[in-house]
């Protein structure tokens, strides 16, 4: 399955598992954060539990992370059908995840500030290293909005081409922006909960392809075929 040599089964395997990992991290992120459950401001939340503020911090990475990843391995499936959509939304989902998972760095200042200084004192200094040209341009503007539009245009390109129905990127897209509707609290319990099960079920679909199947999206097959040559060339 995660054998190394076999070109197939191993990025076959990756992108199923991560599919389902990675949006999972986030959801188990958003239960275990303080500031789910007590004051939205990082300052006051992250004092009250500094251990599971630090817990969700290395989840929200590593989900962030790992789900560029995914995205890239998605972009397979995406080879004959969508194509230009999908290396735009796929690019797209890579860049932003990452810029994403870049600023988790902010986490350990906004903790130090609330252990330092008064929380005002606090909050205004960790806007002010937010506001720096390099931090603003370089991580945040308007790199990490890419993502979370990317990722649902991406599973729309991965539908066109026939691969899911319609309502894997329409359950992804009303999780992900319909977040953003409502304050950071349990109220984004259930919208975040929903990408784990669409994106499950696509990593699942994927997982249980054979790698004939896999192997028919590369180049030089001919559509829904694949020979013995030519699926021993893609593992050679």
């Given amino acids: ?23 999972l991290l986030q959801f ?18 992250y004092g009250d539990n ?14 962030w992370l790992l789900l560029p990843i995914a995205a890239f391995g998605l972009l397979h499936l995406v080879r004959r059908k969508s194509v ?9 989902t890579i860049v932003g995840y990452i810029s994403l998972s870049a600023l988790l760095l ?22 002010e290293v937010f506001e ?12 990490i909005y890419l993502g979370l539009a990317g990722l649902p ?4 390109a991965v539908s066109r081409a026939g691969f899911v129905h319609w309502w894997v990127p329409a359950v992804v897209a009303a999780g992900y ?28 679909k994927v997982l249980k392809m054979s790698d004939a199947e896999w192997a028919s999206y590369y180049p030089g097959a001919d559509p829904g075929v694949t020979t013995p040559d030519s699926y021993a060339n893609t593992t050679a």
């Avoid at 188990?28 to 939340?45: K, N, Q, Y």
């Avoid at 503020?53 to 590593?62: D, E, G, P």
Wanted: aromatic share 14%; hydrophobic share 50%; net charge negative.
């Fill in 177 to 204: 922006l319909g977040a953003s509707a409502v304050p950071y609290s349990p109220a984004t319990i259930p919208f975040w909960g929903a990408p784990v099960i669409a994106m499950g079920y696509l990593g699942l």
């Fill in 50 to 63: 500094p251990a599971l503020a630090q817990l969700q911090s290395a989840l929200y990475h590593w989900s």
């Fill in 84 to 92: 230009v959509l999908g290396h735009i939304a796929g690019g797209m």
């Fill in 28 to 45: 188990v992120a958003l239960l275990v954060d303080p500031g789910t459950w007590g004051d939205e401001r990082e300052m006051v939340s």
């Fill in 132 to 143: 720096i040209p390099g931090v603003l341009w370089g991580f945040t503007l308007p790199w």
């Fill in 1 to 23: 399955m995660f054998k190394l040599s076999d070109s197939v089964a191993f990025r076959r395997s990756v992108t199923g598992v991560l599919l389902f990992l990675a949006p």
């Fill in 106 to 127: 902010m986490d350990p200042v906004e903790w130090w500030f609330g252990q330092n200084y008064p929380v005002e004192q606090g909050q205004k200094l960790s806007m």
């Fill in 153 to 156: 245009l991406l599973l729309l």
